[in-house]
């Protein structure tokens, strides 16, 4: 009886811990970028079908075809200059290597080329989306969390921490504007590919 109940402890524990492991690692909304749509906690690749390339959110890379190859960069090519990160469609892809599949994406969402109809990041009221750092609510969100911080806990004579009121849930803080630019790397050509 006692290996059964140990058995069951064991299990609880560790389908908890599966569980704690799993929203942990699906969860990347600080790393997106502020022009990217709404509404995905995670998201590996970005697929922007009017220019036919990928942004890997994790590396914060674009991956687009050019002379016969596909190349991996931090910023777009200067053929691209045009075009409006924050006023185009976003495709999700949580796929490995979506380029290798262009075929599929191209066909599968080419009636997307031209919308303009996804609400960014940047503009969400979402309180979750605040914990990305170019986001414009996100200095006023750390604020908020470091003045919850400080007075929700005193410490009392001998070094025990007391929580108490501190009265101020109607603060109203100030922001900045965020930024979602592009940065200049190093070139790097991952591999070939068919587009």
Do not use: C
Not at 45 to 60: K, W
């Amino acid at each position: 009886m006692r290996n059964f109940f140990m058995a069951i402890v064991f299990m609880f524990l560790a389908s908890t811990l599966t569980a704690q492991l799993s929203v942990s690692l699906n969860f990347n909304v600080g790393s997106q970028p502020i022009w990217g749509p709404v509404g995905y906690d995670y998201v590996e690749y970005y697929y922007l079908p009017d220019i036919e390339t990928y942004y890997y959110v994790p590396q914060q890379r674009y991956y687009y075809y050019e002379g016969g190859n596909w190349i991996s960069r931090s910023y777009l090519p200067a053929r691209y200059s045009h075009y409006d990160l924050y006023n185009s469609y976003k495709v999700v892809v949580n796929e490995k290597d979506p380029w290798r599949n262009n075929k599929v994406y191209k066909n599968k969402y080419s009636s997307f080329k031209g919308r303009h109809d996804q609400q960014m990041i940047k503009n969400s009221h979402d309180q979750k989306y605040f914990v990305n750092k170019n986001h414009p609510e996100h200095n006023k969100w750390v604020q908020k969390q470091n003045n919850g911080n400080k007075n929700n806990f005193t410490k009392g004579n001998n070094n025990q921490i007391h929580k108490q009121n501190n009265g101020n849930k109607n603060d109203k803080n100030k922001g900045n504007n965020g930024n979602g630019g592009n940065k200049n790397n190093k070139e790097k050509n991952n591999g070939k590919g068919k587009r």
